[in-house]
C-alpha cells in the first residue's frame, strides 16, 4: 500500500519512531548466539502489508538473504509478523536500531533476533477454547501474560462472518511458561466468560493433520454454492474439525 510505503519513508528517515507496544508479545531475543545474529523476527505488521513492501521496507537496510511474510495456510491472510535474514551481521543489527519501534497504520512493530532453537523452548504452543466470543488478541494476550513471555498469539474468527469461534492460540517463550499458564487458566472463568475455559498443549501432530482436512474443506466449499443453510454447515463441519485436530473434548 503506497500509505505503508510512505510511513515507512518518512519514519526510516527519521529513525525509530519509539519504543514497541509494552502490552503486546515480545518476540525473539535480546541478544543473539554467533550462528543467529543475521536472522530477525518481526511483529506488529499491518495486515495488509504485503510480502513485497514487508521486503522493501528491510532491504532498505542491507541485503537480504531471504525474508518471508507469514501468513494463514487456509485463508492466505497476514498473521501480522515474519522472518527476516541479512547477509551481514551489521544489517541484521542496524535494522533492530532503525525500524523497532516503527510506526505503520495503527501498529508499531517489534524487531529483534529470532530464537535459536532448543529443548526449553519446544512444546511452548497453548490451544484454548471456551474463550468469550467478545474477547480480543490483545486481551487474551493480557490474560495470559502474567504467566511468562508470549511470542506470537492469535483468535480463530468466522470466514463468513468474521467473528470469533472462541477458540486461540498462545505460544510462550519456554514451555515451563506454558505450563505454569495451565495450572493457572485451565478450567477458570476469565472476566465475561459464561463458562470455565480449556487450555491443553497444541497436539502437533494432529494439527497437521487437521490442518490438511480444513484446507481440503475450505478449498472444496469454495468451489460449491453458498447459501445460508451451507455455511452453517460448513461452519459446524470446521468447528467438528478443530476439535479433532487439537483434541477437544465437548
Keep these: 500500500m503506497v500509505t505503508i510505503l510512505g510511513a515507512m519513508e518518512s519514519q526510516v528517515a527519521g529513525g525509530p519512531a519509539g519504543p514497541a507496544l ?17 536472522n ?3 511483529n506488529y505488521l499491518p495486515q495488509n502489508m504485503t510480502q513485497d513492501e514487508f521486503k522493501s521496507l528491510f532491504g532498505s537496510i542491507g541485503d537480504i538473504e531471504s525474508c518471508k511474510l507469514v501468513r494463514d495456510k487456509i485463508t492466505g491472510q497476514s498473521l501480522g509478523y515474519g522472518f527476516v535474514n541479512y547477509s551481514d551481521p551489521n ?6 536500531n532503525t525500524l523497532n519501534g516503527l510506526k505503520l497504520q495503527t501498529k508499531t512493530i517489534k524487531v529483534s533476533y529470532a530464537r535459536p532453537s532448543s529443548a526449553s523452548i519446544r512444546d511452548a504452543n497453548l490451544y484454548v477454547s471456551g474463550l468469550p ?28 462472518t468474521g467473528v470469533s469461534r472462541g477458540v486461540g ?8 511458561e506454558a505450563e505454569e499458564a495451565i495450572k493457572g487458566l485451565n ?7 459464561a463458562e470455565p475455559i480449556t487450555v491443553k498443549f497444541a497436539n502437533n501432530p494432529s494439527q497437521k493433520t487437521g490442518q490438511a482436512l480444513l484446507t481440503h474443506l475450505y478449498q472444496s466449499s469454495a468451489r460449491r ?13 470446521l468447528d467438528n ?10
Design 22 to 38: 509494552p502490552n503486546g508479545p515480545l518476540l525473539g531475543t535480546n541478544g543473539a548466539t554467533d550462528d543467529s545474529k543475521t
Design 40 to 42: 530477525l523476527i518481526v
Design 91 to 96: 544489517d541484521a543489527d542496524k535494522a533492530i
Design 133 to 160: 466470543k467478545t474477547m480480543s488478541q490483545k486481551e487474551m494476550e493480557q490474560l495470559f501474560s502474567q504467566y511468562g513471555r508470549i511470542i506470537t498469539s492469535r483468535i480463530l474468527v468466522d470466514q463468513v
Design 169 to 176: 492460540f498462545i505460544r510462550f517463550d519456554k514451555r515451563i
Design 187 to 193: 478450567g477458570q472463568k476469565p472476566l465475561g466468560a
Design 225 to 237: 454454492y453458498a447459501g445460508p443453510l451451507h455455511h452453517q454447515t460448513q461452519r459446524f463441519r
Design 241 to 250: 474439525l478443530l476439535n479433532m485436530a487439537y483434541g477437544v473434548k465437548r
